[in-house]
């Protein structure tokens, strides 16, 4: 992965998309990984400090806004039944021309209780979070939590590409390079999670909404 987060880094970088100190936060991270290549546990974290920033868009009024991407991702790679995540929370951030924050989402596991899974899906795309100094932001529902599949730095990558700089991205996915940076990410966070999918749409007495439940999920050996 950490050739991957490479290219795409500097395939965002030739486009314009993210900042130099963007780049440099994403190279920090690909390093990280080639100190542990070979191994099947590996992990990547960017807080808010570090945060990458992308370009500079405009809301429906026209007002400046800044995506902004964090994650703290904990990988396990001999765990075959579900996606190999020990740990998955990857957020995009939007703030103002001030930095004060306009709107959030992120991706992350359910949460493990005592005696109990986090209701929702295993894995779950989320609106809100906290913005650590501006909690009057906090957005005052916890749910819905959307069932979606895992996904790592450079999918996260592609998402913010795609919706936020959509010329952009119709050049970078006719890319070859991009897109065999891209097939890693999928490989990793796709394979189990397709499986588990598959085997609840074989199933009729369950819907698949309930196949993908924290609390089903958790029941796989």
């Not at 001999?78 to 306009?102: C, K, N, T, W, Y």
């Not at 959030?104 to 209780?113: G, S, T, Y």
Request: include cysteine.
């Amino acid at each position: 992965m950490a050739n991957a987060i490479r290219v795409v880094s500097r395939k965002l970088l030739d486009k314009d998309l993210i900042s130099q100190e963007g780049y440099c936060t994403l190279l920090r991270e690909a390093g990280s990984l080639d100190k542990r290549r070979g191994e099947t546990t590996w992990h990547l974290e960017i807080d808010r400090d570090d945060a990458v920033r992308f370009r500079e868009i405009t809301d429906e009024l026209g007002r400046p806004v800044t995506p902004y991407l964090l994650c703290a991702i904990r990988v396990e790679q001999g765990q075959h039944s579900r996606p190999p995540f020990a740990r998955l929370d990857l957020a995009i951030e939007m703030l103002d021309e001030r930095r004060a924050p306009v709107a959030r989402w992120h991706l992350d596991l359910a949460n493990q209780k005592s005696d109990s899974m986090q209701p929702g899906p295993m894995i779950h795309l989320q609106y809100g979070g906290h913005f650590p100094g501006h909690r009057e932001k906090d957005h005052p529902l916890e749910v819905p939590r959307w069932c979606h599949p895992p996904m790592e730095i450079v999918l996260f990558c592609e998402v913010i590409a795609a919706n936020f700089y959509p010329r952009a991205w119709e050049e970078l996915r006719e890319d070859a390079t991009w897109c065999s940076a891209v097939a890693l990410g999928q490989k990793l966070c796709y394979t189990a999670y397709l499986k588990r999918m598959l085997q609840g749409l074989s199933v009729s007495s369950k819907t698949l909404l309930h196949s993908m439940w924290a609390s089903e999920w958790a029941l796989c050996p």
